[in-house]
């Protein structure tokens, strides 16, 4: 049975998703960055994936020695993972340590649609289940996903106010539509918060935000209100090439 028909119970491993807000902090914690360093293979040898029945025998033997309930559920947070960076470590701790890279595979398993039976095959299949049951990580790739439809579409018509903002609780939001909104609220996010700004990070989103807009100023000064944000016009107005 999947697990995403699977009944939480209070007594199930939940694992604790770090977050900024109601959105997974993405960065890896140090612990993930170590687990990364020492699993990096020396060339030329390939690590071997368990198989299923005996990754699934050692997730319960650790369920029994924590003294947990042997849920589905549980089993799966307990499970060993077999590929990648952080194997070695349980399906729970991924999400705890290394969330960002966990949403990352989420959205490659589900783009490429493939599923076998081979012990590497099972196991990806019971992390992508487990992802995506989470109720912060599913719309996390979600959302991941209409990031990068807005950055093709900018690149496909040269207008980069297709961009989603990706920060701050307008994060769903257009550049051009919060820029372009009549709400007193946007217009003071933009016109006070965004425009005066002077410590952004260089090259971050709020950055990128701030160049739109900056450029869109510009253009609206000049007569030019209905013209489109591109990213070469953003560079050379901000002095950037």
Same mark, same amino acid.
């Given at each position: 049975?999947?697990?995403?028909?699977?009944?939480? /119970?209070?007594?199930?491993?939940?694992?604790?998703?770090?977050?900024?807000?109601?959105?997974?902090?993405?960065?890896?914690?140090?612990?993930?960055?170590?687990?990364?360093?020492?699993?990096?293979?020396?060339?030329?040898?390939?690590?071997?994936?368990?198989?299923?029945?005996?990754?699934?025998?050692?997730?319960?033997?650790?369920?029994?020695?924590?003294?947990?309930?042997?849920?589905?559920?549980?089993?799966?947070?307990?499970?060993?993972?077999?590929?990648g960076q952080y194997r070695g470590q349980t399906f729970k701790w991924l999400l705890e340590n290394a969330v960002g890279w966990a949403i990352g595979f989420a959205k490659s398993y589900h783009r490429e649609g493939v599923?076998?039976?081979?012990?590497?095959?099972?196991?990806?299949?019971?992390?992508?289940?487990?992802?995506?049951?989470?109720?912060?990580?599913?719309?996390?790739?979600?959302?991941? &996903?209409?990031?990068?439809?807005?950055?093709?579409?900018?690149?496909?018509?040269?207008?980069?106010?297709?961009?989603?903002?990706? &920060?701050?609780?307008?994060?769903?939001?257009?550049?051009?539509?919060?820029?372009?909104?009549?709400?007193?609220?946007?217009?003071?996010?933009?016109?006070?918060?965004?425009?005066?700004?002077?410590?952004? /990070?260089?090259?971050?989103?709020?950055?990128? &935000?701030?160049?739109?807009?900056?450029?869109?100023?510009?253009?609206?000064?000049?007569?030019?209100?209905?013209?489109?944000?591109?990213?070469?016009?953003?560079?050379?107005?901000?002095?950037? /090439?």
């Amino acid at each position: 049975m999947c697990v995403h028909a699977c009944v939480r /119970h209070s007594m199930d491993m939940e694992p604790r998703i770090r977050l900024r807000g109601k959105h997974p902090v993405l960065e890896p914690t140090k612990a993930a960055d170590d687990v990364a360093r020492r699993n990096k293979e020396p060339a030329g040898r390939l690590h071997v994936a368990k198989e299923p029945g005996v990754v699934d025998q050692e997730a319960r033997g650790r369920l029994l020695a924590a003294g947990a309930r042997l849920s589905e559920y549980n089993v799966l947070s307990s499970t060993e993972l077999q590929f990648g960076q952080y194997r070695g470590q349980t399906f729970k701790w991924l999400l705890e340590n290394a969330v960002g890279w966990a949403i990352g595979f989420a959205k490659s398993y589900h783009r490429e649609g493939v599923h076998n039976v081979s012990a590497l095959g099972v196991n990806k299949q019971k992390l992508y289940d487990y992802c995506m049951a989470s109720p912060v990580i599913a719309p996390a790739v979600d959302f991941s &996903f209409r990031v990068e439809d807005a950055c093709r579409r900018a690149k496909e018509t040269g207008d980069d106010g297709h961009r989603l903002l990706e &920060f701050s609780d307008y994060r769903d939001w257009s550049w051009r539509e919060l820029f372009e909104s009549d709400k007193a609220e946007h217009v003071s996010f933009v016109r006070n918060f965004i425009l005066p700004k002077s410590d952004c /990070h260089t090259g971050s989103k709020m950055d990128q &935000f701030r160049r739109y807009c900056v450029h869109r100023e510009e253009l609206r000064r000049s007569g030019q209100a209905g013209a489109v944000g591109t990213t070469a016009a953003m560079s050379q107005s901000s002095g950037r /090439h």
